[in-house]
Every structure is written in structure tokens, then in C-alpha cells.
């Protein structure tokens, strides 16, 4: 088995379709076709499910997804530790829209100044699919709203805000010293 079958097999889980697949891979459908087959007859079980118009994956695929995704997250994390120099690489940093547009660019601006070899990507999502993603190491990092109790992962308060109520002239609550969440 090579990295690169386990590579196109995710592409196809992701795409759904060989030709999708391919194009995004850059390589030819009946090479990426072949591959898989090698895989499948590595296993001995049939790897995807293909119907008219779509590529599934079979319940040993979902297996063979969520392992692949390991070992390539693995490899990927070796490889940044052996050749990070603290001045190159890839961070992969996720945020939830409430935050990215307030307090990313301040930080993306002065990371690009102190590391301009290094590459940052952004991404933007929910709590729950940053937190998934950050666990299984698609990403490095994720600026989220707290709280934040994952068993597995370390959060650092980066500050803290102040959140104000907003009333219109005359409403009852605006004239009670404190307002209970409630």
C-alpha cells in the first residue's frame, strides 16, 4: 500500500465521484481507477459502492477513511516537526465568523511580518467541526468562543469581552441595575 493510493481513496470519498476525483488529482481516471482496485484487492473487500451517478463508501471504505486520515495526518505532522526551521512551514488555523473578521487580521497581519515564508491557511467554521478538526489534526489551532471542555485538546483564553445589552428607550429592563441571562 502507498501513501498515494490512501491519498486518491480520500479524494474519491470526498468527491464522490472518480471523475470529480481525478481532475482534482490531476491524474487520469483509469489510473485512479486502478489504484483503488489494487487497494481493494489488498483488502480483499470492496472499498466503495458505485452506483449510476456516485461513488459510496462501503462500510470496510468508512474504515479504510478514518484510518487513512490518521496515517496521512500523521505523516504530514512528521514531516512539518522535521523540517520545521521555526520560520517556514504550514499552521492551519480555524475560527468561528464571529471572531475571524475581529481579531484574525490584527494577528495574520503580524504573523506574515514576523514569518513571511511561512504559510498560513484560515479556516472558518463552526465550534463543533474546529474542535473535530483540530483533534484529528486537520488543523493546528482554533480561536473559539469558551467554553470549551474536549478532553484532548488545551484552551487558552486569549481575552476577554465584554458583552453588552442592547434595550430600546422606555423597556422595562432598562432600568434594573443587572439582568440576569435568563
Do not use: W
Not at 61 to 76: M, Y
Not at 121 to 137: I, M
Request: include cysteine; glycine fraction near 4%; charged fraction near 25%.
Amino acid at each position: 500500500m502507498e501513501l498515494d493510493q490512501l491519498r486518491y481513496f480520500l479524494q474519491i470519498a470526498k468527491s464522490k465521484s472518480f471523475t470529480r476525483a481525478a481532475e482534482v488529482l490531476l491524474i487520469s481516471q483509469p489510473a485512479l481507477s486502478r489504484s483503488v482496485q489494487r487497494l481493494e484487492e489488498e483488502f480483499g473487500v470492496p472499498l466503495l459502492v458505485r452506483k449510476t451517478r456516485q461513488v459510496e463508501l462501503s462500510d470496510a471504505g468508512r474504515v479504510l477513511k478514518s484510518r487513512a486520515e490518521q496515517v496521512l495526518s500523521i505523516i504530514e505532522d512528521a514531516r512539518a516537526e522535521i523540517c520545521d526551521d521555526g520560520k517556514t512551514g504550514k499552521i492551519r488555523i480555524g475560527a468561528i465568523p464571529t471572531i475571524a473578521p475581529y481579531f484574525l487580521p490584527v494577528f495574520l497581519k503580524q504573523f506574515s511580518k514576523e514569518f513571511p515564508q511561512a504559510v498560513l491557511e484560515v479556516y472558518e467554521d463552526t465550534t463543533k467541526n474546529l474542535l473535530h478538526q483540530c483533534s484529528q489534526g486537520e488543523i493546528e489551532l482554533a480561536v473559539l468562543a469558551l467554553p470549551i471542555h474536549e478532553r484532548h485538546l488545551d484552551a487558552q483564553v486569549l481575552f476577554d469581552e465584554e458583552l453588552l445589552l442592547v434595550l430600546p428607550v422606555g423597556h422595562a429592563l432598562a432600568v434594573k441595575p443587572h439582568i440576569r441571562l435568563k
